[in-house]
């Protein structure tokens, strides 16, 4: 293999030979300034090698060679030591060095060498200059000379993790775990995973959405709220444990629960002195876990309404009542999206035909100064905007409104909208027609009646 030191920015070349692996002679340098470059296969019968250019004389910074470069060929190859001037008095005379083993190609011919030898050097430099070579340049290395350096990378994307844990205990079905809005129905002991993608520092709050049925069971979280801290979270436990059984003719108290869109709202059953509470966040069936004994008084309230991202308000209808030797299951709760209305005041309406809009629509006459309201509620939680769907006229008067738009989470009763009438300038030629004084002009339908005097001249 060839490689090609630079001493004093002049290329310098030499070649090593590794006579075992080649199978190849070795032979000193001609006169002709030149060196082979490569060696061909050993089944060529006339190898042909690039000739390189080599200059007649070095740079006067030529380094040292170390004292055993004749040894560089390693175990499995000599090295020609001789400079192309020096060839050894035994050398052949068309220009192959000595045997060398392994060699079974033709001779070169006259005047070309069949190799170049790890000791050659160029005409002039120092007969030891061609030792310092590295022993092989592995492609590897020749590769690292030419390797591209990548563009910089992009910022990684943020890492997602997820809350996870182990139910134990479960014997009912039904059971409901929630974190914020999203659910997780589970059907029987084991690991869980919420199916919710979190990043480094966000909250969660793994709670019992719906308790086991069937038997009946309570349901309780530990390790269930926290901040996600660079990992996913495995360690929240739900353990169920059977509800008691009512003692002897003793009953339940339920009922059904409907419209709720999201959020989790809270029951309470109130019986004597005492009271329980059930969470549940989803529609359909519910059961107090408490037995009542015939005859006992009972009434179901809401003691929470669902806080979620949809704003609701719940009640309960047929939530009271007396056990009568049977459980009571008619108590109804119901949840919707309150209302809200959008109003505000008028000041300084001296036209007619003057309309206001909310949000584009709902069109509302005003005929006098005072209070306003639009005839349509909106769901409370959204937007309003006030507008101006007609101006007053009779007089013309332009109306701004204050206060004109934001979120409705109760009754809007801060709109403001002023109108003030428009006024113009009246003006004319007055032209001398007879000679005299005393010309009056005379404005009316104004402020006041303007009078302007005319004389001779004006």
């Not at 979190?198 to 909250?203: A, P, S, V, W």
């Not at 509800?243 to 869109?261: I, K």
């Not at 009754?411 to 007055?430: F, P």
């Amino acid at each position: 293999m060839s490689v090609r030191p630079t001493w004093g920015g002049m290329p310098f070349v030499s070649t090593i030979i590794l006579a075992a692996a080649c199978g190849v002679s070795c032979g000193g340098g001609g006169g002709d300034g030149r060196v082979a470059r490569d060696v061909a296969a050993p089944e060529a019968a006339d190898a042909s090698a690039d000739v390189v250019p080599v200059p007649d004389q070095a740079p006067d910074e030529t380094p040292a060679a170390p004292d055993d470069a004749a040894d560089i060929a390693g175990d499995t190859g000599e090295v020609a030591d001789a400079a192309p001037s020096d060839t050894p008095p035994d050398a052949p005379s068309d220009g192959v060095d000595a045997d060398v083993p392994g060699d079974t190609h033709e001779d070169a011919p006259p005047g070309e060498v069949a190799t170049d030898a790890p000791g050659d050097a160029p005409d002039g430099a120092p007969p030891d200059a061609a030792a310092d070579v590295p022993e092989e340049a592995s492609p590897e290395d020749a590769a690292q000379e030419y390797t591209a350096v990548p563009d910089e990378p992009g910022p990684p994307p943020p890492a997602l993790y997820v809350v996870g844990g182990v139910v134990s205990g479960l014997a009912g079905s039904g059971l409901v775990l929630a974190d914020g809005d999203v659910l997780l129905p589970v059907l029987a002991d084991g690991p869980f995973v919420l199916p919710r993608l979190l990043e480094d520092g966000d909250g969660y709050d793994v709670r019992v959405a719906v308790q086991p049925s069937g038997p009946g069971q309570t349901c309780a979280v530990a390790n269930g709220a926290g901040l996600i801290d660079g990992a996913h979270v495995v360690d929240v436990a739900v353990s169920c444990t059977d509800d008691p059984e009512p003692p002897p003719s003793t009953w339940r108290v339920g009922g059904t629960v409907h419209g709720l869109a999201s959020g989790t709202v809270v029951l309470r059953l109130a019986w004597d002195d005492q009271h329980q509470d059930l969470a549940t966040a989803v529609n359909g069936p519910f059961t107090f876990p408490a037995g009542l004994a015939d005859g006992t008084a009972w009434a179901v309230t809401v003691h929470g309404q669902p806080g979620g991202s949809v704003p609701q308000v719940c009640s309960v209808e047929g939530g009271t009542g007396t056990i009568a030797a049977s459980a009571a299951d008619g108590a109804k709760v119901s949840c919707s999206v309150p209302s809200v209305t959008v109003g505000g005041t008028v000041s300084g309406l001296a036209g007619f035909g003057f309309v206001l809009l909310n949000n584009g629509a709902d069109p509302l006459a005003v005929e006098a100064d005072g209070p306003f309201t639009f005839p349509t509620p909106i769901p409370a939680g959204s937007k309003y905007s006030v507008a101006v769907g007609a101006l007053p006229r009779a007089p013309l008067q332009d109306c701004a409104i204050a206060s004109s738009w934001g979120t409705a989470d109760a009754d809007v009763e801060d709109v403001s909208v002023t109108c003030t009438t428009r006024t113009y300038r009246i003006g004319g030629l007055v032209e001398t027609v007879f000679k005299g004084s005393g010309l009056a002009l005379t404005l009316t339908g104004g402020p006041a009646v303007q009078k302007i005097q005319a004389g001779p001249g004006n």
